[in-house]
């Protein structure tokens, strides 16, 4: 990033995509360091946006899910089944959306983009699936309405500490 700054400048604009990784959205056990690592890029293309966005630099950051890559290879399907796009995503799906950050999303700056079948939206679980069942939904929608007031959909009345 601080190589392209200085010609970003001159240029008056342009686009910096750093890669980062869903590990980079939510916690993973085991990779301590891989994860913090990715937040760091998420937390330093934030500030970047920030410092480069009077001069014309849009900063963004990618955050790839489960892409088939050298690096993947043999990891198997079980990696995405639980998402709600059940693949592994490309390289090539990848290249598009950044080619499109580049050029198209030219008002987006300081943005996580991500692309990963769902994954980081958590593992698709049908109720009655023996994982929830109608009757655990029922309980945590009470829950809901007891601490927040809202019934449904629609406001059925607002805690005092909201309205201020």
Known sequence: MHAT???LRKAKGGAIITISSTAGLMGYASIGAYTASKWGVRG??????????????????????????PM??????????SQPIARWGTVEEVT?????MASEAT??????WVIDGGAVL??????????HSTD????????VEAATGYVGSRPHRLPPRWIQ
């Open 5 to 7: 700054v200085a010609s």
């Open 44 to 69: 330093l293309t934030k500030s970047a946006a920030l410092e480069l966005g009077p001069f014309g630099i849009r900063v963004m950051s990618i955050h790839p899910g489960p892409i088939a890559t």
């Open 72 to 81: 993947t290879a043999g990891m198997g399907e079980h990696m995405t089944a």
């Open 96 to 100: 598009r959306l950044m080619l499109f």
């Open 107 to 112: 008002d987006s700056t300081g943005s996580a």
């Open 122 to 131: 958590g593992p698709i679980q049908e109720l009655g699936s023996g994982r």
């Open 136 to 143: 655990d939904v029922a309980v945590a929608a009470s829950r």
